[in-house]
Each structure stands twice: as structure tokens, then as C-alpha cells.
DNA sequence: CTGAAAGCGCTTACAG
DNA sequence: CTGAAAGCGCTTACAG
């Protein structure tokens, strides 16, 4: 029923071996190509991607396997990497793990079957560690995560240095007691709450942080139980997008002034975090670049298999708001 | 290099077709099912995704086309999309549009390419008009927007009514001049356009209506020269949630009140409406219904290719908040 | 530059 | 239930 490169050949009265030429970069000339593109009009063929994939033992597919993409974080970043895998004439398969290591085992066979030309993933520290070079057909990107060193090639924000400046700014603007919330699932999680417990002690601060799921119902759960104690913290640097809008959640519910009774500092700049009043002072994370560096790299990986692993860090920017006003 | 069906057949000391079935519903004795098996697991194979489209007729693909993954409403259907998508043993390729009808064209024949069993389409007007039923070798369902009646089946949000609601609560909440910002690209928009309109005439109130590009920059920029005319509306429809926020940021650049000299409402619950102060009237989507129903009607119109054409309409539910207090 | 032929890795009638 | 064989729709050495 479909129209088959074989119709085409018929109609132009070429071999398919001279169709399949013209429509890739294949020797033909103008003459054979014109009269095959004529034919092509004519019969309406859409060549079967299916069938090329096989014969060319090259899928033109790329996987991306991330937590939630209604993270705005990774909406972001998926964007980022679609536009330039269209670009690069290749397809992405997305897929959701939820932090689940079970899911990210299902995921990465699903990408052997498909067998993708690589891989960008966000992994769970789990899955991260357990993950070694070579143990997949393909090459793997990590984003946001990263696992053991030289493992696999990753772009991740520097966490470290980003904890460290929030807290910085906080001290700066008078605050003493800063609590940390971080996410439990991560390896990023762990590196914020490692910079800012060393920009604590770099300060003589003591340190004093809790740890959930990294949502936004979580978070909140979590806040509230630990704002309600009596010794609750006058600042808290929370770990992301989403764990930040249940910490507000959670000022809001024990109707604590921010920053009056409690300072709120954070990770990613989406665009509600400015348009409260006051606005939360967060890291802004180039979210584009993050997407673009792991196409990057990847494409470099594909090109040069045998180079040294790679690890691009990109610095965040803070961008200060309200919600650290001077105590 | 990378292990086959032959070497699992040889492995197990079957026939391939033996392996074929083993793996899939073919009738296969229990004692080879085990000896494929093993053989499976001794040899790490799997299946090559590719080969089996090919052969089998069955790509097990849906595409989804959207206009921008990055607005929260697409977020969330592409979510429901995806989850019943892999529940269902396919899988599900997105594509970001932009609204533009160019890529919109080049999406739906590289769907073609994919032989892809079905297709979730959130199309321009421009596309949707001119779409055809039995123009595509795939069953379409259209989301978010429809097109001519009878061509496709749809799944949409009431949106003359929604509108109309957000009317009927202004005007009982004291306001009479009230304008609405509407999307320039889609049927939605004028739908929502539409029930504005009529709400206002059965109020027996002047509607006065603007267009803009469907962001929230375009909305920003539109709302700012219109607010700052003398004749501005005491209150404001806004077709989406990213063009709400865009009257949000203008509103602020003017340093109107919300409500005092602006009342606000607008389309999707995203968490952050609630956030603001006051919180934003809007009316919510069954964001995760209107994936599912889109997944539903899809099977099943493969089920059924000679069934009519279904359009399925979803209710929103108005949420009433403080930035439409009275005036 | 062009064509005839082989083959990518599966699944599925067809026999038995 | 099982196997030998054909074939899905392409691309790509191999000759010419």
C-alpha cells in the first residue's frame, strides 16, 4: 500500500540503488537525481526509517533519560537538547525515571535495544556509581550528576562554589543561623550540601541541614516540620526549583515573614521566583549551555571514542533578591 | 560484534524462530522457553528495536507535536502522554514547533518517515485548517486545539465557557471594563476570544480585545502599551498561563495595584498563581486528563479506523483567587 | 556515475 | 510446538 523506493525507481527509470543515492550524498548525476526527485514528487515516497536504520547500522537517535521533565531544569535542558539534535538531523527518545533506579535500569535496556547513537542522562547517585565505562554499547553523557571520575563524560554546574556564595551572601547580609535543605536522591544534591558546609565552617557557623525527596510536596512536609521547632534557623538555602517553592509553601503556611522572620535562598532562576514580592535570591543555572555542551560532547565522544573523559563545570550566577534582605 | 538472535538461537540450540517466539506470544514449550532464556541472559541480547519495526509492520511509536515543550500545559501532557505511552509498550517521539507551520509540516513527514502508529498534535490554526482527514497514512488526535469538524478526532478544554466564566465572576465582582489579551495562533485563543465576547454582550458590557504572540514577552510588551493608554481596562482576561504571566510583569512595570488598579485573570493553575500576592484567578486544566484522553481516543481509533470522528470537550475549573477581589 | 545483488536482524506464513 | 525459508525496505560493497 505504502510507496516503497521501488515505485520510485520504477517511475524514474533508474535502479533503487540510484534513488537511495540521490536522496542521501551519494555519486549520481544531475540528470538521474532530477529525474529521481520528480519521481519522488510524483509518487509522494517518504523513505522508511525503519528499514535505513537497519541496513545502516546507524539509528541517528539520541536518549534522554532524566528525572521529571516537568522540572523546569530539565525542561529546559531537554529543549536545549532537542533543538540541537533536529539540527544534527537526529532524533531524541525521552524518558522520565521519577528517581527511581529500577525505571533508569529499564531505560538504559530500552536504549540498547533502540540502539541509540548515545545517551545524556541524569542519573541517581544509585545508578551513578554502579554505572562503569564500557558497560554500554554507547556512549553516555551525564547531566546535572555526575559519577565516579572518568567513568563518563558529564557537564554539571559547580555546586560547590554555588552553596558556597549563597551562603556567603547570606553571612554578608547578617545572618548566622542558615539551615540547609537538600535533595536525598543526588549527587548534586550532595555537592551543594557539601559547599555549604564548607562555606560554614569557613565562617565558624554550625552547620545543620535536613534531606527529602527532591519535590516540591517534600519539601514542604519538611520545612514546616523543621521551621515549627524552636530552634528553626532565621535562613534557609534549599537545594532546587522545586524544593524552593515548598520551602515558600512552608513560610506561607507557618505564616513566617520572608525575609523578616526567614531568609529563603535558592537554586534555579525561573521566572515566578522573581515575580514574588520579595523576590527569592537564587543560582541561575545556564540551563541552554548545560543542553548544548552535553550534545557537545557527546558529538566529540562519537567522533574521538578513545579520548580522556571529559567533566565541563559551569559556574552559576547569583542573583540576589529580596528574599536575603539585610537582617 | 553485538550479539544477535542467531547466537542466542545457536546458544540455546534452537531455531531463531524458536527465539522469536520465545520472546514475544508465540506458542513456545515451557522447556525451550527456559533454554531461550538462559540463552538470553548468558549472552546479554537484546533485541534489535529497528529489525523488529521493520519486519513486524509495527513501529509501537506515537509522535507527539507540540508547540513548545517548555510551556507548563504542553509539560504536563506530554507527561500523561509519555507515561500511558511506555505503559503501553511504545514509545513516543516530541517535537517542539514554536508554532511555526513550516516545522510543523517538516514534524508531520518526518512522522511519516517514523511510520509512526499515531500521532498527538497540538497544530496552528493555519495547519489545522488545512489538515484533511485521510490526508496522513497515521491516525491524528488533535489536543489543546481543533481543526475542521469530522476531520480528526480531539480533545479540548471548554473554552468558550471557561472564558465566560472568568466574565460572569468579574462582573460580579463589580468590574465592567474588561479587556482580554488573546493568542494571534491558535483556535483556543479564539475560542476563548469568542466566549469572552459573548459573555460581555450578554452582560451587555463593550468587550475590547488585543492579540499577541503566545509568550509571555509578547504579552508583557502588548499589556504594557495598552495599560498605558488613558482608556485602560479595570480588569484583564489572559488567554495562557505564559502570556498571564507577561500581564503579571507589565502590571508591575506600570506599578498597578493588583486588583486595586488592575483586577487579574487568566488560563492554567501553575503552582506559581498561587504564589503571588494575591494569588491569581484562573481556571485549571485536566492537564493529565486531556494526555490521557488524547492516548484513549488514539487506541482507540486504531482499534476502529471506520468509528466517527470523537472530539472529547474537559471542563476547567475556575480558581478563585485575589487578584480578581472586589472593586 | 550506474546497476544487480547481497544483507542489515528480525518475524511470520508455511510445512511438518 | 518447531524449523527452514522468505522477506520487511532500505544501503552499500562490488563490478562495470
Known amino acids: 500500500m505504502s510507496v516503497g523506493i521501488r515505485d520510485v525507481a520504477r517511475a524514474a527509470g533508474v535502479s533503487t540503488a540510484t534513488v537511495s543515492r540521490a536522496l542521501g550524498r551519494g555519486p549520481v548525476s544531475d540528470a538521474l537525481r532530477e529525474q529521481v526527485e520528480a519521481a519522488v514528487r510524483a509518487t509522494g515516497y517518504r523513505p522508511n526509517l525503519s528499514a535505513r536504520r537497519l541496513r545502516s547500522q546507524a539509528t541517528q537517535t539520541i536518549g534522554l533519560i532524566v528525572a521529571d521533565i516537568r522540572n523546569p531544569f530539565f525542561t529546559a535542558v531537554s529543549r536545549a537538547v532537542e533543538d540541537a539534535a533536529y539540527q ?15 525505571r533508569e535500569a529499564l531505560y538504559l535496556r530500552l536504549m540498547q535495544e533502540e540502539r541509540v547513537t548515545g545517551v545524556i542522562f541524569a542519573p541517581t547517585r544509585t545508578t551513578a556509581q554502579a554505572m562503569r565505562a564500557g558497560d554500554l554499547d554507547f556512549p553516555v553523557v551525564l547531566i546535572d550528576r555526575s559519577g565516579p571520575p572518568g567513568a563518563h563524560d558529564s557537564v554539571v554546574l559547580d555546586n560547590t562554589a554555588a552553596s558556597a556564595a549563597l551562603v556567603d551572601h547570606l553571612v554578608a547580609q547578617g545572618y548566622a543561623r542558615i539551615g540547609g535543605l537538600f535533595g536525598s536522591t543526588s549527587s548534586t544534591a550532595q555537592e551543594r550540601r557539601a559547599g555549604y558546609e564548607a562555606a560554614m565552617a569557613r565562617h565558624g557557623l554550625e552547620p545543620a541541614t ?24 532565621e535562613a534557609l538555602i534549599v537545594s532546587n526549583g522545586l524544593m524552593l517553592m515548598g520551602a515558600v509553601r512552608a513560610a506561607r503556611a507557618l505564616a513566617l515573614a520572608v525575609p523578616g522572620a526567614l531568609a529563603l535562598a535558592g537554586f534555579d532562576n525561573e521566572p515566578w521566583t522573581e515575580l514574588l514580592d520579595p523576590g527569592l535570591t537564587v543560582i541561575e543555572q545556564p540551563v541552554a549551555e548545560i543542553g548544548a555542551q552535553a550534545m557537545n560532547l557527546l558529538f566529540d565522544r562519537l567522533k574521538s571514542p578513545d579520548q580522556p573523559v571529559r567533566k565541563v563545570v559551569l559556574s552559576g550566577r547569583p542573583v540576589l533578591r529580596g528574599s536575603t534582605g539585610r537582617r
Open 88 to 102: 544534527a538531523g537526529m532524533r531524541v527518545i525521552l524518558c522520565n525515571t521519577d528517581e527511581d533506579a529500577e
Open 210 to 233: 535536613r534531606a527529602c525527596a527532591p519535590n516540591a510536596a517534600a519539601a514542604e512536609a519538611e520545612s514546616v516540620r523543621w521551621l515549627a521547632e524552636g530552634d528553626r534557623p
